[in-house]
């Protein structure tokens, strides 16, 4: 379904495609962490974003990924799997960013935004 309205939901088992675009699938993504050596013999984190989205709804370009509890953006896809028999897409793809929503007490998520200086949202969390 493309729709121009705000999405104030995703429900689970759907995907929120370049901000735009709501289908039913799943994504899966993984973090891989590597320790390099930098030009002045300190170590610097390198950290690679890599993962799946499957659905039966294509897209030639796909910048942005999100479900109820994650958000992708930077999106490159490396790779496109196809099925004779099956009604669905895999997407093999590599990020530049993956954030895990903040859930609140009312079970609802949002997406924290790093680059704001207010830092309120910190009261909700529990230790």
Known sequence: MIT???????ETGEVLLNGTVV????????????????EF??????ITI?????TGYYLPDIHTIETNRYYVE??????EKYGSSENRIIYLFSANLF???????????YIV??????????????Y
């Open 113 to 126: 935004d790093k680059e704001e200086e207010d830092d309120d949202w910190q009261q909700y969390l529990t």
């Open 23 to 38: 289908a039913k699938g799943a994504m899966s993504c993984g973090l891989l962490s590597e320790l390099k050596n930098d």
């Open 4 to 10: 121009n309205k705000k999405i104030e939901k995703i």
């Open 50 to 54: 890599t993962g799946a989205l499957e």
């Open 41 to 46: 013999g300190g170590i610097d984190q390198q």
């Open 99 to 109: 954030q895990v929503k903040f859930q609140d007490e009312r079970d609802q998520y």
């Open 74 to 79: 930077g999106i490159t896809v490396n790779e």
